[in-house]
C-alpha cells in the first residue's frame, strides 16, 4: 500500500568530505607558509613556490564552494507519494526546502543503477530527467516545494534484485551546475506493476533545447544546421597554470643563474617545459569542437585546436547520432555507416537533456 514518506538526502554525507577537502587545503597552504617563513620568503623562493600557492589557492576555492554548496541545500528534503515506487508504474512526490536554490530552476533525475563491490564503474541501466523551470515551485505549508512524477519502464530491474547490486536514485542538479542533493530510493515490482508501461512509451514528445545549455544553434535555409559549441572552462586553467610555472622558472633563473655562460640552456629547458604545458591543453582542444555543420550533403566540423583543419565528411558515411553515458557525463557520437564511431570527435553534453537535444537537430538535419 503507497504511503508518504521523506527520504533522508544522502548527499549530505558529503559534509565529511567538505572536511577532507578543508584539512587538505589547510594542511598544503600551512606548509607552503611555514617553507616560505623558513626560507625568509625571498624572490628565488617565491618563484619556485608560486605552483604549489596556485594549487593552493584552488584547494581552498574548492573548500569554499563545497561549503556553500552543503550550506544551501541542507534543507532539501524528498517525500514521496508513492511508496514503493512501482516497476510498471510510476514514482511521484515532491522536493521541499532551498527555496532560494529552486527559484533557480532544476533538474530531477530517477536512475536505476547496477552497483559493483570492486572499483568497477556503477553501471547505468535506465533514466529519465524532468526539467523543471525557474519560478515553477508552489507554496505549501511546508515551505517551496516541486513535485515531480515519473512512469517507469517494466523491463527496469526493482531494488535488491541481481544479488542486491540494483539501486534506484533520485538526484537534484541546479541549472546553474550545482549537485543540491541525492536520495535512495526503493522500487519494486508488486500487484501494480503493468507491462504497457514500456521504455519506448517514456520518449519525450517533444525534444527542446534546455535553458541552462549554452550550446548556440542556427538553421539555414537549406535544412542544415550549424551548431557553436563553447569553450571549456578549464582551458583557461592551465594557460594561467602555464604561465605561472614559466614566469617561476624565468624568475628563479634569474635569481640563481643571472651571469652563468650555460643560462642559455636553462632558458630553453624552460621554453620546452612551457611547451609541454602547452601541447598538452592543444591535445584536449584537438578532439573539441568549436561549430559543426550539418546537412543533407556533408558533416563540416571546426575544433578549438589552432593546429587542426576543418574536417568534411560525407552525408552518405553518417549512419546516426547515438548518446552514450560513461564516466559521470553524456557523449554524443558520430555513428559511420559501417556501424563503427567515428573516434577524432568529442561531443559532450551538459546532462542527458542537452544530449538527446543535440543528438535530436544533428539527426534532422542530416535527414532532411
Known amino acids: 500500500m503507497n504511503e508518504q514518506r521523506t527520504i533522508p538526502n544522502v548527499n549530505r554525507k558529503s559534509i565529511v568530505g567538505v572536511l577532507f577537502i578543508w584539512l587538505f587545503a589547510g594542511f598544503w597552504n600551512g ?9 625568509r620568503g625571498g624572490p628565488l623562493m617565491l618563484a619556485i613556490a608560486s605552483p604549489f600557492i596556485l594549487a593552493g589557492i584552488y584547494l581552498l576555492s574548492l573548500a569554499i564552494r563545497a561549503t556553500l ?6 534543507s532539501l528534503v524528498l517525500r514521496l507519494d508513492t511508496m514503493p515506487g512501482v516497476v510498471g508504474g510510476r514514482m511521484a512526490g515532491t522536493v521541499q526546502g532551498a ?37 515553477s515551485v508552489v507554496r505549501s505549508p511546508a515551505g517551496a516545494t516541486v513535485p515531480f512524477r515519473f512512469d517507469i519502464p517494466f523491463e527496469c530491474e526493482p531494488s535488491e534484485s541481481d544479488d542486491g547490486r540494483i539501486a534506484w536514485q533520485i538526484t537534484v542538479q541546479t541549472h546553474g551546475g550545482g549537485f543540491a542533493g541525492a536520495f535512495d530510493v526503493p522500487v519494486y515490482r508488486t500487484a501494480q506493476s503493468s507491462p504497457e508501461v514500456t521504455e519506448k512509451s517514456l520518449r519525450p514528445r517533444t525534444v527542446s533545447q534546455p535553458q541552462y545549455s549554452k550550446v548556440h544553434l542556427e538553421r539555414a535555409a537549406d535544412g542544415a544546421v550549424e551548431v557553436r559549441f ?3 572552462t578549464w582551458v583557461w586553467k592551465w ?5 605561472v610555472v614559466t614566469l617561476s622558472g624565468l624568475v628563479a633563473v634569474r635569481q640563481k643563474v643571472p651571469d652563468q655562460l650555460w643560462d ?3 632558458y630553453l629547458g624552460i621554453a620546452a617545459v612551457a611547451l609541454v604545458l602547452i601541447a598538452i591543453i592543444q591535445m584536449g582542444l584537438f578532439f573539441a569542437p568549436r561549430l559543426l555543420r550539418v546537412g543533407r550533403d556533408e558533416l563540416r566540423m571546426r575544433f578549438l585546436s589552432m593546429f587542426r583543419g576543418a574536417t568534411v565528411m560525407p ?8 548518446i552514450k553515458y560513461a564516466n559521470g557525463k553524456y557523449d554524443v557520437d558520430l555513428q559511420r555507416a559501417d556501424g563503427k564511431v567515428y573516434p577524432w570527435l ?11 537535444w543535440l543528438a535530436h537537430e544533428l539527426r534532422g538535419a542530416l535527414r532532411k
Open 346 to 356: 568529442f561531443i559532450t553534453a551538459v546532462d542527458k537533456r542537452e544530449a538527446d
Open 239 to 243: 594557460y594561467l597554470f602555464t604561465l
Open 99 to 135: 527555496e532560494g536554490a529552486l527559484r533557480e530552476g532544476m533538474s530531477v533525475r530517477l536512475a536505476c543503477w547496477r552497483r559493483y563491490r570492486s572499483d568497477t564503474t556503477d553501471d547505468m541501466l535506465w533514466e529519465d530527467v524532468l526539467d523543471v523551470a525557474p519560478g
Open 69 to 74: 554548496t552543503v550550506i544551501r541545500y541542507r
Open 315 to 322: 552525408s552518405a558515411n553518417i549512419a546516426d547520432f547515438v
Open 31 to 39: 606548509f607552503i607558509v611555514v617553507m616560505l617563513l623558513v626560507a
Open 264 to 266: 642559455t640552456a636553462i
Open 230 to 232: 563553447p569553450k571549456p
